[in-house]
């Protein structure tokens, strides 16, 4: 088992920038591709970004390719979004997740074990 906790949602103005952090535990992290996804309300859930267990490689949805950077620190157990450059169409909940895969993916389905979700708000 892998628990995932999420943090660092907020309210932020169009424009701004916000951290989200996903810290892991109860297994070897580096074990794991993480990935980040998003659920806005009526609306599936959707990839945002993905790294692969060493951090060499990373994958982006093209909604925030040039604004969002994920990233990890094995040592600390966890995964990060940097999220500059927010439009109200970021706005939704979002999870972190944890796939025991070499080269990540990007659909949900894929992904073993999930965060709650923290919460991100764009007011224009």
């Known amino acids: 088992q892998v628990q995932l906790v999420e943090s660092g949602g907020g309210l932020v103005q169009a424009g701004g920038s916000l951290r989200l952090s996903c810290v892991a535990s109860g297994r070897t992290f580096s074990n794991y591709a993480m990935g980040w996804f998003r659920q806005a309300p009526g609306k599936e859930r959707e990839f945002v970004a993905a790294i692969s267990r060493s951090g060499d490689s990373t994958y982006y949805a093209d909604s925030v390719k040039g604004r969002f950077t994920i990233s990890r620190d094995n040592a600390k157990n966890t995964v990060y979004l940097q999220m500059n450059s927010l439009k109200p169409e970021d706005t939704a909940d979002y999870y972190c997740?944890?796939?025991?895969?070499?080269?990540?993916?990007?659909?949900?389905?894929?992904?073993?074990?999930w965060g709650q979700g923290t919460q991100v708000t764009v007011s224009s």
């Open positions: 997740a944890a796939d025991y895969t070499v080269i990540p993916r990007t659909k949900p389905a894929a992904y073993m074990y």
